[in-house]
């Protein structure tokens, strides 16, 4: 067998020339790279000026642009000003405006106003100031520029709560003229009466001087016109009024004054790198002839690992004394989707995280390698984080280290699968919010930490309103939208170091950490308040919420996390009672309320059971026949410790613990029961709870009694306030039309005292309405009581409405009403509220109605 020899020499050769145009390569390199750098250098030093430039541009327009809203904001707390309309307006109070400094001398202390008018309605001055001291000089003669078009613009933006300005001369100087009008508010429009005031502020040297100090504008300067000619930095302002303005400045030039400095050191520093690069070229020569045993060495090293590298699931690498790798597995590109020749002779730290020196000692002989793998992570091809276990062993040539070798063992799944288990067991699954054990956990560890006075902590208890409305009409989807919408106004408005957290329904917990004061804490309340107002999106309806929150604060009110959460939920309740969409802290009085109220609720579940509730009647009458046309069921309860108690102590409670539908029935029935006896004609009022509404079964409910009573429905009139149509305007007008369908009758109780009543009467389908006794109060003493009580009754006999007053307590009053053709009359000067017996007896002595029978009621 013939075997042909390789020439070492031709090797050598070879990788001599290689070496050589390898380092001419390298030279060419280092110079592309000094040129390109110096290139660079003076592109950003001109870059920079230039942005320098643009940036003094925007603090220029920053500049004039807040002095603007400073003096537009004083100008429209003056102008809309109701007394500055009082004693401006149409007569002029000197006293007032200048001895009271109410338009004085301390406009121009504060806001540096040059001069100050008062103008007519014909453009005539009427009242001015200069440097703060009156003057007889008008303000057309002061100010060079078209006034009378900035007075228009003026009027014109009233409308929307607007001023005009303008830049005009003053003295020779450029000056901001702004101007609006005097009124007392924005619904007046008889803008032909109202005289003008005007604010003029001269950019004045010193001025300028000032903006300059604050924005780092050197030398600036304010001329009147453009400047097309003047040199950069400058900026024209061009307003729909009157001149332009053009400020101009100085600038640093701060990028040639590097490029003066940097660009001689890169020459010579560019001069020693290629002194350096020739000695380079000479060790390079010496150390090719070493690339032919380390590309053999190589090469046995790969057919060493290649088999059990394959046979393995985990990926194999290798890598020299200072960790940069040598080797790489095709099981590595399997596993991580990473090319294996890109990390090739890179250290194997760029590739995974691990403690490098704990490598060091793990992969030492006799060290822990094999037994106790060092935890690492890595980022694949897609960029997806994976974690492994890295075992390594050192390579030793006798006592040299010669590198590492090991493997990876990936462990992803198995981190992710356990992190989705701590965060299931941590978090809601509907808002992604910390579920109560995390709550938990959180307050127990700040706890733990220590609060104080210097660092407290405010547990923020949060509960919507008028969310059940909405899982009921729109379904739990939508209800889930809006709890996910609600989870996202929460992180917004607290920062990181704040916890949110959900305890389920609608209840939401915010721990703060960052207030220091009940002030911060008032602040953040409102933002939270005002974010969960905001409308939400559900399909093609917009929907809105609110919040009632409770407030305690550690160390002051608790220092356990179960009393806080606790005071919080007081304190909730507190705010819910009051009104909702508002929040309460904490008070230790709180505590015994709710306390009593607990002992209320349980006190009327048991009273619904022994029937300690019993109905008065309160009669209504024809007002022109005085004869009596039906009665009013009033409920009342007789406590077996406090006495008799009236609706307003036990209705709201009624409403919130949900009995108020049980009590409601009781009544119903009652009512029903009792008005059976009165004869085929008298009809009988109840009220209904705007809570009612809120349910779906209303209308089966009253059905019901219809039927277990047999009276006509005819004879049913039920009371509704007007807030049962703003909770939901388009359901309640469902309901109400599926009750008219029953053939009762429907009224609109304390007609007047909402904002849109009128509305409602024209939409929806009312049968009479019952007018507010407030109005009645004042009906023999006003007359404008007089005038609004006859405006009611036109409207209702407009609509075919039944008008009935409640509140009469005077024979003057029920004649006034008469006099105004009311239908129907209520109050104590007719009857007061009486028990169902007694009723009978009045219907009697009165109508002449023979009661068709006598029951036994409850209470009596």
Known sequence: MTQTATNPHHETAGYTAM??????????????????????????????????????????????????????????????????????????????AYDRNNIGPSLHTTYELDGVFVLGPDGRTRYGLIDGELTEVAADNWIAGDLPALLANARQGSVEDAVARAYFSVTGMPAVVSAAVIRPDSSYVEFDRLSYLVYVDVLTDTKMKAID????????????????????????????????????????????????????????????????????????????SMIDAAQQALRI??????????????????????????????????????????????????LLNYDTHLLASHAEPGGLAGRKPLPCSMHDSRGTQRYGQLSARAVLAGD??????????????????????????????????????????????????????????????????????????????????????????????????????????????????????????????????????QPIRIGANDVSVGASIGIVAAPYDGLTAEDLLRYADIALYEAKSNGRNLYKFYEPAMNERIMERRQLEMDMRQALRRREFRLDFQPRYDAASQTIVGAEALVRWQHPSRGLLSPGVFIPLAEETGLIVELSDWVLNEACLNALCWGPELMVSVNL?????????????????????????????????????LEDAASALTTMNRLKALGIRLSMDDFGTGYSSLSYLRSYPFDGIKIDRSFIAGLDQSDSSEAIVNAIVSMGHALSLTVTAEGIETVAQLGKLTDLACDQAQGFYLGRPMAPLLFQQVLRDSNGVEPEGTLAFAGE
């Open 19 to 96: 070496t050589r145009k390898a380092s001419l390569s390298f030279i060419a390199v280092i110079a592309a790279l000094f040129i390109t750098a110096a290139l660079a250098l003076v592109y950003l030093c001109l870059a920079l000026d230039e942005r320098q430039v643009r940036h003094s541009e925007a603090d220029a327009a920053k500049a004039m642009q807040s002095r603007l809203d400073k003096i537009e904001t004083a100008l429209v707390d003056y102008a809309f000003w109701e007394d500055a309309y009082e004693f401006m307006g149409e007569r002029l109070d000197l006293a007032w």
């Open 213 to 288: 100090q604050a924005f780092d504008l050197a030398g600036l300067k304010a001329s009147l016109g453009e400047r097309p000619d003047a040199p950069e930095p400058k900026l024209t302002l061009r307003p729909e009024l009157g001149m332009s303005l053009t400020l101009q400045w100085r600038s640093e030039e701060l990028g040639k004054t590097l490029l003066m400095k940097f660009l001689p050191m890169l020459l010579v520093l560019g001069l020693l790198v290629a002194v350096l690069v020739g000695w380079l070229r000479g060790r390079i020569a010496r150390a090719a």
């Open 301 to 350: 090293s790969e057919q060493r690992f290649r088999n059990i590298s394959e046979a393995s699931s985990d990926w194999i690498w290798e890598a020299d004394a200072q960790q940069r790798l040598t080797y790489l597995s095709e099981r590595f590109t399997q596993v991580t989707g990473l090319a294996r020749e890109a990390w090739l002779g890179r250290p194997l730290a760029e």
């Open 400 to 533: 040299t280290l010669e590198g590492y070798l090991g493997t990876v063992c990936d462990i992803t799944e198995e981190i992710e699968a356990k992190a989705r288990i701590e965060h299931i067991s941590q978090h809601d699954a509907l808002t992604g919010l910390a579920n109560r054990h995390r709550l938990n956990h959180y307050l127990n560890a700040r706890l733990n930490e220590g609060v104080s006075g210097d660092r407290p902590m405010f547990l923020l208890a949060l509960d919507l309103d008028r969310f059940k409305p909405i899982n009921d009409t729109l379904g739990h989807a939508a209800g889930d939208l809006v709890l996910r919408e609600v989870a996202n106004a929460l992180t917004a408005c607290t920062r990181s170091t704040n916890l949110v957290a959900r305890l389920g329904g609608d209840e939401f917990i915010v721990a703060a950490t960052d207030c220091r004061t009940h002030e911060q804490a008032e602040r953040l309340c409102e933002r939270l308040i005002e974010q969960i107002n």
């Open 689 to 725: 709870s705007p809570v009612e509404f809120q349910r779906s079964d209303l209308v089966d409910r009253v059905g019901a009694v219809l039927e277990q009573t047999g009276i006509a429905p005819s004879r049913l009139e039920l009371e509704i306030t007007e807030s049962v149509m």
